[in-house]
């Protein structure tokens, strides 16, 4: 499967601020996803991040919050915009790749964010 | 819409067996997935079933798919201290994997 990192894997931010995380794939992919994961709760998709195209956010998420940027088929960043306490998250991309008969998604480490 | 749900903790003792307990919504899914995510960590792909199967094994796990009551289950046979963590059931509704429903995961503890 496709290695994936990101940058950064933690970060304590103050509020008001905006914080940019990338993610990093070694390998080209077609589907990139950023997803959400409040304290003790689970995987939120935001959005999935296109290639060369607008990112197609899910219900409750907006691009003024969540910009995303998707300018190869390798790399793609997710900004947290004016953040507040309500933000703090593990933030995750995921890529799908082909498998046995279907796509398989995999996940990145994850970036841990703290608002204060 | 959508919905996942996942009791919210287990716990057994090393060798015993663990059994974790899935149940979905969405009669359209096509494949269902197990993840674990250990503390500290990103989420690790362990197996997967498509919807028309009932049974799939690999190894120490072994996924059931009850179609009819949309119940899904993980057992993991000689449960080991490595394999405390927390597991994540999700289904996918678009045919080619993409988008992923997660349920809000089972703490799984293991005591020596």
């Known amino acids: 499967s496709a290695v994936i990192s990101q940058k950064p894997s933690r970060d304590i931010c103050q509020r008001g601020t905006s914080l940019t995380i990338q993610c990093q794939v070694d390998?080209?992919?077609?589907?990139m996803f950023w997803y959400r994961q409040q304290p003790g709760q689970s995987l939120t998709l935001i959005a999935t991040?296109?290639?060369?195209?607008?990112?197609?956010?899910e219900s409750g998420f907006v691009i003024d919050k969540f910009p995303i940027s998707r300018p190869n088929l390798t790399f793609s960043t997710l900004t947290v915009s004016n953040m507040s306490p309500e933000d703090s998250s593990i933030y995750l991309c995921?890529?799908?790749?082909?498998?046995?008969?279907?796509?398989?998604?995999?996940f990145g480490p994850g970036t841990r964010l703290t608002v204060l | 819409g959508e919905d996942v749900e996942q009791s919210l903790f287990l716990s057994v003792r090393e060798g015993d067996s663990s059994v974790i307990n899935c149940t979905y919504t969405?009669?359209?899914?096509?494949?269902l997935y197990w993840y674990k995510q250990e503390p500290g960590a990103g989420l690790q792909l362990l197996t997967y079933i498509f919807s028309n199967m009932d049974m799939k094994q690999d190894q120490r796990l072994t996924v059931l798919l009850n179609k009819k009551d949309k119940h899904l289950s993980l057992r993991i046979a000689d449960t080991q201290t490595g394999d405390s963590a927390i597991y994540f059931c999700a289904e996918s509704y678009d045919n080619q994997g993409g988008k992923l429903i997660f349920g809000q995961g089972t703490e799984l503890s293991v005591k020596p």
């Open positions: 390998s080209q992919v077609t589907m």
């Open positions: 995921s890529v799908e790749e082909p498998g046995q008969g279907h796509n398989e998604q995999f």
């Open positions: 991040a296109n290639q060369g195209s607008e990112a197609t956010y």
């Open positions: 969405d009669s359209s899914s096509t494949y």
